[in-house]
């Protein structure tokens, strides 16, 4: 007697087969699934050829390959998808370093001369001896001690980088590695549905705390901090209460502070606030289900200022391996964060790699929470 449900699951995983081996062969962009490696052929990516991105388990269509520089003979490459989307890639490490399918890519009107010193410091050379940051639309004179500063950030950038991939590597080969471990807001479609188009320009800190003081009225219950259905412009200037519009961690804690004790917050310890966080105090605060706001500096002109942008993380990956006696290692942290402007930039993927933090801010849960 013919088993038609066997019969069935036969043929369905026959063509899941035939589609992964489309979807993986059938293009010039190829994918590992063995060791979650990445393979480019960059002189045959054409538009519209389809890859599978692993991470938003997803297909997009290839739009632009383009190459991005530094100031150490360092090459990243960068695809744009097809309408929209990117990945920053590494080569030489095999290391995936932005990656979002929602977001445009920061070079995506702009072809040649392309620099890249990590998440956010999106550069391009002009003609007048001088660099372009292309999100904030300020310039960078190539004296030479602005070129050895470019110069030690590259280089800074791809030691993190080759780090991370000789771990991974080593874990590889002594079979070491264990499944990746997740940490994930419990209601994570709070923040990352979160609407901030047409906020207030430079005061992305505020914007920032907004999405997390948000965050506890609608999934800690405190919704004596903030009854609105959506977040709105108003509840940022009602945090940031006339202070300047630039801000840094300890104003930021200060100002939610100010915000909670004037709507009667009763925990005791309302705000955590650490300078140069390491990425376990990251994971180890999302898997308390508590969003965190991280300061992530630029590359800035040499004035005596401080250039950064708030985000905040709202997911955290990271790789594992066990090494003697059981003892755990974790490395290749990739941050989940909301950007704090438009409906489009709510969830692009970050390797920790890439960043230069100068602070974090989170809210306690409770009064004995510290």
């Excluded at 445009?104 to 940051?133: H, V």
């Amino acid at each position: 007697m013919i088993n038609f449900k066997r019969m069935f699951m036969f043929l369905l995983l026959f063509m899941i087969s035939l589609i992964s081996i489309y979807i993986v062969d059938g293009s010039h962009f190829f994918r590992y699934l063995i060791d979650k490696k990445y393979c480019f052929d960059y002189n045959n990516i054409s538009n519209n050829d389809l890859f599978y991105n692993q991470s938003y388990e997803k297909c997009v269509k290839i739009g632009n390959a383009k190459e991005l520089n530094d100031f150490n003979n360092n090459v990243y490459h960068l695809i744009e998808f097809n309408p929209v989307g990117y990945i920053i890639y590494n080569d030489d490490y095999s290391m995936i370093l932005e990656n979002s399918i929602e977001a445009e890519s920061p070079y995506k009107n702009y072809s040649n001369n392309l620099l890249y010193f990590g998440f956010l410091n999106y550069f391009y050379i002009g003609s007048d001896n001088c660099i372009t940051n292309i999100t904030d639309n300020y310039t960078i004179e190539l004296n030479d001690s602005n070129k050895e500063r470019l110069k030690y950030a590259s280089s800074l950038l791809d030691d993190r980088i080759k780090s991370t991939s000789k771990k991974k590597s080593d874990a590889s080969n002594l079979k070491s590695q264990l499944p990746d471990e997740y940490a994930v807001l419990n209601s994570q479609s709070t923040i990352t549905m979160a609407n901030t188009t047409n906020f207030f320009n430079n005061n992305c800190g505020y914007i920032s705390g907004a999405l997390i003081i948000y965050y506890a009225a609608n999934v800690w219950g405190r919704s004596y901090l903030y009854s609105g259905y959506y977040i709105s412009n108003q509840l940022v200037t009602d945090i940031q209460n006339g202070r300047p519009g630039s801000s840094n961690s300890a104003n930021l804690e200060g100002a939610l502070n100010d915000y909670m004790n004037a709507h009667n917050d009763p925990h005791s310890a309302k705000v955590n606030m650490w300078f140069n966080p390491a990425a376990h105090t990251i994971f180890d605060r999302v898997e308390e289900d508590k969003p965190v706001v991280i300061y992530c500096d630029l590359i800035s002109p040499i004035n005596g200022n401080q250039i950064s942008h708030s985000v905040v993380v709202h997911k955290v990956k990271r790789s594992v391996e066990t090494l003697f006696f059981g003892i755990r290692n974790h490395f290749d942290y990739v941050l989940s964060v909301h950007m704090g402007y438009g409906n489009d930039h709510n969830n692009i993927q970050v390797a920790f790699d890439t960043m230069s933090i100068s602070g974090l801010v989170n809210l306690h849960k409770s009064s004995d929470d510290l």
